[in-house]
């Protein structure tokens, strides 16, 4: 103890300390929520933090408050952040578990930041800038299947990661013993990461070990480092199930017990308690207001509709993404995937050529969807256009976690201080014979995520008009592709129909009859609106019905202007979409007319039956919105409504 930096002494106790007044003010009222306290673990922080630069950067977990004191110093932004206060450090929108600060992240969902600190890393990497990411996760957090992406993905790209696990011997209330089995150090190993071993009573050595795992991960290589340690504190303000006597143990034997025994230490306290106490007395208690915070960063455009002429080239959709994205990467982007290094070139050959011509902008991934879309998003806080291709839209699911509590909520629980301009694009649907796990479109399920815009690509127009205009957004964006449009040829209009466009990003098409006034509506995307286009000459035969086709390209937030414009002139519509129909994008197509009262004379939403898709071509299409499909059930309705 004598041999240690009193600073650094001074740092842990106070930690503990401001922990210890989050506790005092929760049983006072003056917190919301709940709150993990490190006490007993907050060597861990010191002995890490203390070897990091102010470009190094933290990604943390719910039990972070020692992190985010050890790396930025900002404890009174933190007391305040506690308390809800706009002077917090996320303005008290994220409180206890949502921290952000230059150099500092942390989030409440278990090991969901592990990849997106593989990214910050590899951006590190690319730019030869010497700094490093450093992931702190709990054993018990080595249950979650993203933490091995991690490892995995930051070991094959050799970026300077130090995976920090802070082992306290339970998951919540749940003994290592029956939550974590074999060897936690060996899982590291098994990785080909280096590993190194300490624990928080023997502090000479473990500020040792912590300094030889950094100095190794800033040489350019990842590493993880196995904390032994003891929370004295319950999980969170709950009951604290565990044996008394083992608690007694771990306190009588706690280094900053035992250091405040010294009076120089005691001295410390007084004054940090005091430096709390003339923080707690002068707070202005300003809170944030709904208007300062009720915002997105979603392209709402005006309801205005200025329609204009629109040619498409002559090319293969394929060819036209290919070249889209292509013009992403001249200008800077970083690309992600399974598959698609040249001379492969992804599952589609979207990529193709890719990677040869931009070598440290294109890298591939394992299979490991979160983990890949995880280091999508650390690069794109890092400032850099990110896209992720995922080789199937049914394998979207294992994105999930990393959209739905990383990517879309960072902008708003980190107070607006950071975005995630992040793009995960990925080919969807059916009607190639793939069956059940290759042929869904699962859109639906994502079109609901608030602050994430959902694009649908058709081969309806071509798809540069969009990509392009992604550049303009900060927000995090799904590209939804289609397999069978690929190897399309982009549409071009003939003498009974014209394409039109709206005059604004990411505006609807419109394919309207030549000189024939309308009498249906027909609303549709990506590769479903191509196969109405080419089929409106058999719609008609088989219904006696005029179509205008609509096909919206923002799923989300959707923009109904045209939709309404095409209404007024119909009074009927018909919605196809590519999922099935139930709680989907018809349904919230048809809530927005009912709501403007502009109440169609009929009205019929179609999608694919609610049930796998099969394998069988006979019986594929049978459940998803063929031509044949479309026209039977608008004839089994329009009859019974007639």
């Given at each position: 103890i004598s041999n240690i930096d009193k600073k650094l002494v001074k740092e842990a106790l106070l930690i503990r300390l401001v922990e210890e007044t989050f506790l005092k003010l929760f049983s006072e009222g003056?917190?919301?929520?709940?709150?993990?306290?490190?006490?007993?673990?907050?060597?861990?922080?010191?002995?890490?933090?203390?070897?990091?630069?102010?470009?190094?950067?933290?990604?943390?977990?719910?039990?972070?408050?020692?992190?985010?004191?050890?790396?930025?110093?900002?404890?009174?932004?933190?007391?305040?952040?506690?308390?809800?206060?706009?002077?917090g450090v996320s303005k008290g929108i994220g409180s206890s578990q949502h921290l952000y600060s230059k150099g500092f992240l942390s989030n409440g969902i278990q090991g969901s930041l592990v990849p997106v600190g593989t990214g910050i890393a590899l951006f590190n990497k690319i730019n030869s800038n010497k700094n490093i990411a450093v992931s702190f996760i709990g054993e018990g957090t080595l249950g979650e299947g993203s933490v091995y992406e991690a490892f995995n993905l930051s070991s094959l790209h050799k970026v300077p990661q130090l995976f920090v696990c802070e082992n306290n011997f339970y998951s919540q209330s749940t003994p290592q013993k029956f939550?974590?089995?074999?060897?936690?150090?060996?899982?590291?190993?098994?990785?080909?990461?280096?590993?190194?071993?300490?624990?928080?009573?023997n502090l000479e050595n473990l500020f040792k070990v912590t300094k030889e795992a950094v100095e190794f991960v800033r040489k350019g290589r990842p590493a993880f480092i196995n904390i032994y340690t003891y929370r004295l504190n319950a999980h969170s303000k709950g009951d604290d199930d565990r044996n008394t006597a083992e608690i007694n143990f771990?306190?009588?034997?706690?280094?900053?017990?035992?250091?405040?025994?010294?009076?120089?230490?005691?001295?410390?306290?007084l004054e940090i308690q005091d430096d709390i106490k003339k923080h707690l007395d002068n707070l202005e208690k300003h809170y944030i207001d709904e208007d300062e915070y009720c915002f997105d960063q979603l392209p709402r455009t005006s309801k205005k509709v200025e329609l204009i002429d629109y040619t498409n080239e002559n090319k293969r959709m394929l060819v036209a993404l290919n070249e889209a994205y292509y013009h992403e990467l001249e200008n800077g982007a970083f690309m992600i995937g399974e598959d698609i290094m040249d001379p492969?070139?992804?599952?589609?050959?979207?990529?193709?050529?890719?990677?040869?011509?931009?070598?440290?902008?294109?890298?591939?991934?394992?299979?490991?969807?979160?983990?890949?879309?995880?280091?999508?998003?650390?690069?794109?806080?890092?400032?850099?256009?990110?896209?992720?291709?995922?080789?199937?839209?049914?394998?979207?699911?294992?994105?999930?976690?990393?959209?739905?509590?990383?990517?879309?909520?960072?902008?708003?629980?980190?107070?607006?201080?950071?975005?995630?301009?992040?793009?995960?694009?990925?080919?969807?649907?059916?009607?190639?014979?793939?069956?059940?796990?290759?042929?869904?479109?699962?859109?639906?399920?994502f079109v609901g995520i608030d602050n994430v815009m959902v694009l649908a690509l058709s081969s309806l127009?071509?798809?540069?008009?969009?990509?392009?205009?992604?550049?303009?957004?900060?927000?995090?964006v799904l590209i939804i592709e289609n397999k069978?449009?690929?190897?399309?040829?982009?549409?071009?209009?003939?003498?009974?129909?014209?394409?039109?466009?709206?005059?604004?990003?990411?505006?609807?098409?419109?394919?309207?009859?030549?000189?024939?006034?309308?009498?249906?509506?027909?609303?549709?995307?990506g590769e479903s609106a191509r196969h109405i286009a080419d089929n409106l000459d058999i719609f008609f035969e088989e219904t006696d019905q005029i179509a205008e086709l609509v096909c919206i390209s923002k799923l989300h937030p959707i923009d109904m202007s045209l939709i309404f414009n095409s209404l007024d002139k119909t009074k009927k519509i018909l919605i196809v979409e590519d999922g099935s129909k139930d709680f989907g994008i018809g349904s919230e197509i048809l809530s927005n007319i009912m709501e403007s009262n502009q109440i169609p004379d009929f009205s019929l939403k179609i999608g694919a039956r609610p049930y796998p898709i099969p394998s069988v071509t006979s019986l594929e299409k049978k459940l998803l919105p063929f031509m044949?499909?479309?026209?039977?059930?608008?004839?089994?309705?329009?009859?019974?409504?007639s």
């Amino acid at each position: 103890i004598s041999n240690i930096d009193k600073k650094l002494v001074k740092e842990a106790l106070l930690i503990r300390l401001v922990e210890e007044t989050f506790l005092k003010l929760f049983s006072e009222g003056q917190m919301n929520g709940t709150v993990h306290t490190c006490v007993g673990q907050e060597f861990s922080a010191v002995a890490i933090c203390k070897n990091l630069n102010d470009d190094d950067w933290v990604t943390s977990n719910h039990r972070c408050h020692g992190h985010f004191i050890s790396k930025t110093g900002k404890w009174k932004s933190l007391i305040d952040e506690l308390m809800g206060l706009k002077s917090g450090v996320s303005k008290g929108i994220g409180s206890s578990q949502h921290l952000y600060s230059k150099g500092f992240l942390s989030n409440g969902i278990q090991g969901s930041l592990v990849p997106v600190g593989t990214g910050i890393a590899l951006f590190n990497k690319i730019n030869s800038n010497k700094n490093i990411a450093v992931s702190f996760i709990g054993e018990g957090t080595l249950g979650e299947g993203s933490v091995y992406e991690a490892f995995n993905l930051s070991s094959l790209h050799k970026v300077p990661q130090l995976f920090v696990c802070e082992n306290n011997f339970y998951s919540q209330s749940t003994p290592q013993k029956f939550s974590v089995s074999g060897s936690i150090s060996q899982r590291a190993k098994s990785f080909g990461i280096k590993v190194f071993e300490c624990d928080t009573w023997n502090l000479e050595n473990l500020f040792k070990v912590t300094k030889e795992a950094v100095e190794f991960v800033r040489k350019g290589r990842p590493a993880f480092i196995n904390i032994y340690t003891y929370r004295l504190n319950a999980h969170s303000k709950g009951d604290d199930d565990r044996n008394t006597a083992e608690i007694n143990f771990f306190y009588e034997n706690d280094p900053l017990v035992n250091l405040l025994k010294m009076d120089s230490i005691q001295k410390y306290k007084l004054e940090i308690q005091d430096d709390i106490k003339k923080h707690l007395d002068n707070l202005e208690k300003h809170y944030i207001d709904e208007d300062e915070y009720c915002f997105d960063q979603l392209p709402r455009t005006s309801k205005k509709v200025e329609l204009i002429d629109y040619t498409n080239e002559n090319k293969r959709m394929l060819v036209a993404l290919n070249e889209a994205y292509y013009h992403e990467l001249e200008n800077g982007a970083f690309m992600i995937g399974e598959d698609i290094m040249d001379p492969y070139g992804g599952a589609f050959k979207v990529t193709k050529g890719f990677s040869s011509n931009f070598p440290e902008q294109v890298y591939y991934s394992s299979i490991s969807e979160s983990g890949m879309t995880g280091i999508a998003i650390g690069m794109s806080l890092m400032g850099v256009k990110s896209f992720v291709e995922i080789m199937f839209g049914d394998f979207l699911a294992l994105t999930f976690d990393q959209i739905i509590n990383n990517a879309s909520k960072m902008y708003h629980m980190y107070a607006f201080q950071n975005s995630a301009p992040i793009r995960i694009r990925t080919p969807m649907g059916g009607k190639r014979g793939y069956g059940p796990t290759h042929s869904q479109s699962l859109e639906k399920f994502f079109v609901g995520i608030d602050n994430v815009m959902v694009l649908a690509l058709s081969s309806l127009i071509n798809p540069k008009k969009f990509i392009r205009s992604l550049s303009n957004l900060e927000c995090p964006v799904l590209i939804i592709e289609n397999k069978l449009d690929y190897g399309k040829m982009l549409w071009v209009e003939n003498s009974f129909y014209t394409l039109k466009i709206e005059d604004k990003p990411f505006g609807a098409a419109l394919i309207t009859p030549n000189k024939i006034k309308p009498t249906i509506t027909i609303v549709s995307y990506g590769e479903s609106a191509r196969h109405i286009a080419d089929n409106l000459d058999i719609f008609f035969e088989e219904t006696d019905q005029i179509a205008e086709l609509v096909c919206i390209s923002k799923l989300h937030p959707i923009d109904m202007s045209l939709i309404f414009n095409s209404l007024d002139k119909t009074k009927k519509i018909l919605i196809v979409e590519d999922g099935s129909k139930d709680f989907g994008i018809g349904s919230e197509i048809l809530s927005n007319i009912m709501e403007s009262n502009q109440i169609p004379d009929f009205s019929l939403k179609i999608g694919a039956r609610p049930y796998p898709i099969p394998s069988v071509t006979s019986l594929e299409k049978k459940l998803l919105p063929f031509m044949e499909v479309i026209c039977d059930e608008f004839l089994k309705k329009y009859k019974r409504d007639s």
